[in-house]
C-alpha cells in the first residue's frame, strides 16, 4: 500500500468512527415505559428520551439512545413510567388561596357570600404572587407542565410562572364591573394589551386576553376582546356555557344560545379556548368546530357545583380540540390532573350509561396532546416526538395500590394520584427530581401562604 493509500484508508476509518461517536445531549431520562403519545400511540418498555437544550432529539429503546448519545445527566428510573408533561386547560391559579374556604353551597351563595368578598378584601398583586408560587408549587409536585390562566394582576402570575419553570397561557381578566386591577374594561384592555407587550416572546409564557364571560361582559367589550387579540394574534380564553342559568340567561336576553351569540358578534376564531361548554346544543357544537375553538372539560367543578356534563363524546365525534382542566382550587379543591383524567372517564361513563365511554387511553390523550391542540400548541409539546420542547414526567409505579402494573395508561388514569410524579422537566429543565422542587423553596411557599391565609380568614369574617 503506498502512504497515499495509507493516509485516504485512516482517513476513511477516522470518518467511521467520528460517525459512530456519540452526540453529546443535555439530559437522557430512562424509565420503565415511555409513553409517547405520538399519532401511532408508541411505547417503548424500557424506553428513554434524549433532550439537549430545551428540545427533545430522540425517543427509543435505552440501549438505541446510549448508542447515539453522551448524556451530561442522566435520570435513570427504572421503575417509572415517561410520558409527556400534564396541559391544565383551565385554572385560576392564585384562587388556591381560597381553596376550602367555604364548600357545599349553591354556586350563588357561595360566589357572592364568600368568593367575591374575600376576593374584593384580599386581591393584590402580594396575594396574586403568593397564591400563584403555592399553585405553581402543587402543579410541578403533580405532573403539570403547562397550565392557562385566567385572573388579576396576571403580570404577578407571568413572573412567578417564569421563576417556576412552568410553561403557561396566561389572559388577564376582562370584566365589565370594576376589578382589583381595572376599575373599568377599558381598563382592563389597557392593562391586557401591556401585558401582551411584556411578555409576547417569552419562550414559556403565551399572553392572552380573557374577556370572563358573555354574562359579565357587554357586546362592546367582547368585540374589543377580540380585536386585541387578533392584532396581537394571542388567543382569547373565556367561560362559556358553564350553568344552565347562563344558559336560560342569554335565551332571554338575545333569543339564542351563548355559543351561537357569540358567533353573531364574530367572537370566535380558532385561537380560542372556551372553558366548560356544558350547555351547548349540536348546532353550538357545529359552530365550535367550524371556529376551530378548543373546548377545556373541567369534570370535576362542574360536578362540585352541580353544573352539569358536557357533552364530551359529542365533542369528540365532532372532532372538536377538547382537553381537561381543573378550574381554580376553590371550586375542585385541588390542581391534580391525574384526577382531572379519572373524573373525566367516570363523568362520561355515568352520563351514557355505557362504561365503554371515554377509555382510559382517551382520557390520557385529553390530558396531553388534546389539552396541546386546545392551545394551539400542537407542534410544540402534548408528545414526546423528536422536536418538540422537552416538557415531560416521570411516575413512579411502586406504591402498593399501583401493584400489579399489567398496563401504565390504566394506573395512571385509574389508580395514580399527583404524589405519585417523581421527575418534572420543563423546556429541558428539570423544576423537580427525586420529589425535590428545584425552583421554589417548598417552606417558604407553604408558610408565605398560611401567612397570608389569616387576612383571608378575616376577610369573610367580617
Ligand atoms: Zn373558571
Known amino acids: 500500500m503506498t502512504r497515499a493509500r495509507i493516509a485516504l484508508a485512516l482517513l476513511a476509518l477516522s470518518a467511521i468512527a467520528a460517525q459512530r461517536a456519540p452526540t453529546a445531549v443535555s439530559l437522557v431520562v430512562i424509565g ?45 428510573v427504572p421503575n417509572d413510567v415517561v410520558l409527556p408533561g400534564l396541559i391544565n386547560t383551565h385554572t385560576h391559579a392564585p384562587m388556591v388561596m381560597y381553596r376550602g374556604l367555604a364548600d357545599d353551597l349553591a354556586l350563588m351563595d357561595w360566589l357572592t357570600k364568600y368568593i367575591f368578598p ?81 411578555f409576547k416572546d417569552d419562550p414559556l409564557i403565551t399572553p392572552a386576553v380573557a374577556p370572563h364571560a358573555l354574562y359579565t361582559n357587554d357586546r362592546s367589550t367582547l368585540v374589543a376582546s377580540v380585536e386585541l387579540a387578533r392584532r396581537y394574534h394571542v388567543p382569547v380564553i373565556i367561560h362559556l356555557a358553564e350553568t344552565e342559568d347562563e344558559l336560560k340567561d342569554a335565551q332571554v336576553k338575545y333569543g339564542v344560545t351563548p355559543t351561537a351569540y357569540l358567533e353573531s358578534i364574530g367572537f370566535w376564531g380558532p385561537m380560542t379556548i372556551a372553558a366548560h361548554g356544558v350547555w351547548v346544543n349540536d348546532e353550538d357544537i357545529g359552530i365550535l368546530k367550524r371556529r376551530g375553538v378548543g373546548i377545556s372539560h ?86 414526546l416526538e423528536p422536536g418538540k420542547r422537552a416538557d415531560l414526567i416521570t411516575v413512579s409505579m411502586s406504591a402498593a395500590r399501583q401493584t400489579p402494573a399489567y398496563d401504565p395508561v390504566s394506573h395512571l388514569v385509574y389508580v395514580t394520584r399527583g404524589d405519585d410524579v417523581r421527575t418534572t422537566v420543563v423546556n429541558g429543565k428539570i423544576l423537580m427530581r427525586d420529589r425535590v422542587v428545584k425552583t421554589l423553596n417548598a417552606a417558604a411557599v407553604i408558610g408565605d401562604a398560611n401567612a397570608l391565609a389569616e387576612k383571608v380568614r378575616q376577610a369573610v369574617r367580617q
Not at 410553561?167 to 381578566?173: A, D, K, Q
Open 118 to 198: 374575600a376576593e374584593a378584601k384580599t386581591v393584590s398583586p402580594d396575594m396574586v404572587r403568593i397564591g400563584t408560587r403555592l399553585a405553581a408549587l402543587e402543579m410541578i409536585e403533580s405532573g403539570t407542565t403547562t397550565y392557562t390562566d385566567m385572573y388579576y394582576f396576571e403580570e404577578e402570575i407571568a413572573k412567578t410562572t417564569r421563576e417556576a419553570g412552568l410553561r403557561g397561557v396566561l389572559g388577564n381578566t376582562i370584566i365589565q364591573f370594576p376589578a382589583p386591577d381595572a376599575r373599568t374594561p377599558k381598563d382592563g384592555l389597557a392593562r391586557t394589551e401591556a401585558f401582551i407587550k411584556a
Open 298 to 383: 373541567n369534570p370535576e367543578s362542574n360536578m362540585k357545583l352541580a353544573s352539569g356534563a358536557a357533552p364530551v363524546v359529542q365533542y369528540l365525534a365532532a372532532g372538536v380540540a377538547l382537553g381537561l382542566g381543573t378550574d381554580g382550587a376553590a371550586s375542585n379543591n385541588d390542581l391534580d390532573m391525574f384526577e382531572a383524567m379519572r373524573q373525566a372517564s367516570f363523568l362520561a361513563k355515568h352520563v351514557t350509561h355505557d362504561p365503554r365511554t371515554l377509555p382510559a387511553s382517551t382520557a390520557l390523550d385529553l390530558a396531553t396532546i388534546g389539552g396541546a391542540r386546545v392551545l394551539g400548541m400542537e407542534r410544540q409539546i402534548g408528545s
Open 32 to 76: 420503565k415505559t415511555v409513553i409517547t403519545e405520538n399519532d401511532s400511540h408508541q411505547r417503548f418498555s424500557p424506553g428513554a428520551v434524549a433532550i439537549n437544550g430545551n428540545a427533545i432529539v430522540a425517543v427509543d429503546t435505552p440501549s438505541a439512545i446510549a448508542e447515539k448519545y453522551r448524556a451530561a445527566d442522566t435520570i435513570d
